[in-house]
């Protein structure tokens, strides 16, 4: 197609936009109920088209303007969507990021080099974050104190910059290092490009993948000094869409993949959710299908096993030490697989310890009453940044 047809689109998509502006340009400013300033309609300019700025308003206008926006909103990217961009859309996308939404200031969504996996953008930490991460860190060098503990990071796309040639924005792993007192181990899952993070992570979602988990799993094994390494067995999926965090809470379901999986076969074991004896994961009721399936089911955590206070595994071989896991969803994938070279294994997440077992998590009682041999830390950017990931180990 020639410039000047490209031109021709070009203008004749921006007259259809102008004249919506125009309808709409007599909007609401303020919302009395939320006692805050709404987005409104914003002056058309071609730098703003080119860049995607004007859509985004324009969406975001339609959804504090209209009764019924969601529907409007879905028509309007539907109807963007599908129309021809003759190159335009690699031309501005290649190399370059792409937003999709806005959450809060430091986890943006989006895409990078056109290609369809969403992932958080490189963002710079306010001063309130950074302050919360140097009063983790010393909450683990007290607990360095007390056990001896091990830490594994899991990175995600926010502190590295693709665009800049892979510029670290964020060193959390350079800072853990530098400022971890004692430790017995320090060890992050190696990854530094994007065709790295493709190969550990999913599409759709901030978790690592099966490969990914696994290669942590062999990680973290060789860090605690254990030998007897749990092999896969078969990769396993059921072949039908998959949504993940990314995809669910952006709203963007033309973005999925297939949920895929390592089997392991484990030694017969007990697990116990909040102290009381049940089953932790859904591999099999997902193999079977009895379960109901739905753009926004959380597989994730289905089938592998949810976010608890306290779980506790008993592979009974009480010749092995016993193992403390401190960590978030991140370590739901690789918890039993851990506990399978140890006699017990408690895993805590201390977001909802306290709520769920009723009395707060105070580390040196814990490890003493449950005569804990080693303490495994599985850290990510957003457990390390945030207090309520680390409650109960305040000096």
Partial sequence: MKNKDILFF???????????????????????????????????????????????????????????????????????????????????????????????????????????????????????????????????????????????????????????????????????????KGEKGLKRLEWDTFDDYKRFFYKTDHHWNYIGSYQGYLDIMEMLGEKNIVEPKEIFTNHEDYYGSFARNTNNYDYHEEFTYYRFDLPEHSSAINRKVQKYNHYEEYENHDYQYGQSVNYYAYVYGDDYGEIVFDYNQPKKENLLIIGNSDSNPINELIASSFNKTYVVDLRHYKNSIGENFIPRDYIKNNKIDKVLVLMSPTFISLSESNRGLEL
């Avoid at 919302?31 to 969406?59: C, H, P, V, Y």
Wanted: aromatic share 16%.
């Fill in 10 to 180: 070009i203008l004749l998509s921006c007259v259809f936009l102008w004249g919506i502006f125009t309808y709409l340009k007599d909007t609401t400013l303020e919302s009395m109920a939320e006692n805050r300033s709404l987005n409104t309609f914003q002056i058309f300019t071609f730098n703003k088209f080119l860049t995607g700025e004007f859509q985004d308003k324009f969406e975001s206008a339609l959804s504090d303007q209209f009764a019924g926006s969601e529907q409007i909103r879905v028509f309007y990217k539907k109807a963007l969507n599908s129309l021809p961009t003759f190159g335009a859309h690699e031309s501005l996308c290649k190399g370059r990021y792409l937003k999709l939404q806005e959450t809060d200031q430091e986890r943006i969504r989006g895409l990078f080099n056109c290609e369809d996996y969403i992932i958080y953008l490189p963002s710079v930490l306010s001063e309130e974050t950074r302050n919360i991460i140097n009063d983790n860190i010393k909450k683990y060098n007290h607990l360095n104190e007390i056990s001896d503990v091990y830490y594994y990071f899991v990175e995600d796309t926010s502190t590295i910059d693709f665009s800049k040639n892979n510029l670290r924005v964020n060193d959390y792993y350079g800072k853990l290092k530098k400022e971890l």
